[in-house]
């Protein structure tokens, strides 16, 4: 079973409990990460911990662990569920709270919790193929930069795409694409890497961060630069990133074939320095 990390201890996930008073379930009060780990080792554990620090700073909770202890528990969090490369969630809220009161409570004791799980890697034959994307308008507030756990928005979106057998909804604000649902966006435009200027209406993804990195480690030309929706039909190569799942070339949106209709060969190239980063 999973051992996971509860304000300050180690349990058995069936012993780890939090009261239904916790401002989280009450009010999505509360933000979180998601860091993945190849060989036991977490990767790019620092930005992931500058996110969390500017998601708690968003939402003014105190930061409860500072780095060192942050590393310290998350490190012996994944040596206690066994090696190999896992997925670390973790969470941050307000913590409990009475009565019910939509503004802070006085004194809050945040609720910290972590697990890890195995990192489950894209079935190879979508890998090979590519997936297909739909497109939607973004239904989401304007501080999308902070990792909140507020997802209803994000659940009714990757809902939408599952019943349209697609693998993520690409969201879209005034004609502009920002991010997937739980990606970001990444296009090959007239040989350019373009993906979407950071901001308040798409999450700095680090996965994102470690695509442009490859880029200009490798003399690929790229660019942050808007990306109208319009514009997709002339993409050669249209990819979404994240921590779980790398890049994943998308080959169809809404029904049409972006490029060819088959992953890449640009794709190829970044998912290929992608894995070099990881060994
Ligand atoms: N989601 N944009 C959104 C809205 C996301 O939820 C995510 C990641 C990303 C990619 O960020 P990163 O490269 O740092 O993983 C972009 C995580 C994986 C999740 O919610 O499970």
Same mark, same amino acid.
């Given at each position: ?27 999505? +009060? ?31 909770? +105190? ?172 993409? +050669? ?43």
């Amino acid at each position: 079973g999973l051992t996971v990390y509860l304000n300050g201890e180690f349990m058995p996930l069936p012993e780890a409990r939090i009261s239904p008073l916790d401002r989280g379930f009450v009010f999505a +009060d509360g933000v979180y990460e998601v860091i993945p780990a190849y060989g036991g080792r977490l990767l790019r554990l620092g930005e992931h911990l500058q996110r969390l620090e500017n998601s708690l700073a968003g939402i003014r909770i +105190d930061n409860p662990l500072d780095r060192p202890a942050w590393t310290a528990m998350l490190e012996d969090l994944l040596a206690r569920n066994g090696g190999g490369d896992r997925s670390i969630y973790l969470q941050v809220t307000r913590g409990p709270a009475f009565p019910r009161d939509h503004a802070f409570p006085e004194q809050p004791r945040p609720t910290v919790f972590a697990m890890s799980t195995p990192l489950r890697p894209l079935d190879p034959a979508l890998r090979a193929s590519g997936v297909p994307a739909i497109s939607h308008e973004d239904i989401r507030w304007d501080r999308c930069d902070l990792k909140t756990i507020a997802l209803l928005p994000a659940v009714l979106m990757k809902q939408l795409a599952k019943e349209r057998g697609a693998f993520e909804t690409i969201l879209v604000r005034n004609g502009l694409v920002l991010e997937g649902a739980a990606s970001n966006v990444f296009a090959v435009m007239d040989g350019v890497l373009v993906t979407p200027p950071k901001g308040p209406f798409l999450l700095p993804g680090i996965t994102r961060d470690l695509v442009l990195e490859l880029a200009a480690e490798h003399g690929f030309p790229w660019r942050e630069a808007d990306l109208p929706a319009a514009a997709l039909d002339r993409a +050669d190569e249209l990819w979404v990133t994240s921590s779980t799942r790398e890049i994943v070339p998308v080959t169809s949106l809404d029904g049409r074939a972006v490029g060819a209709g088959r992953p890449g060969p640009v794709y190829a190239r970044f998912y290929g320095w992608y894995q070099e980063k990881l060994a």
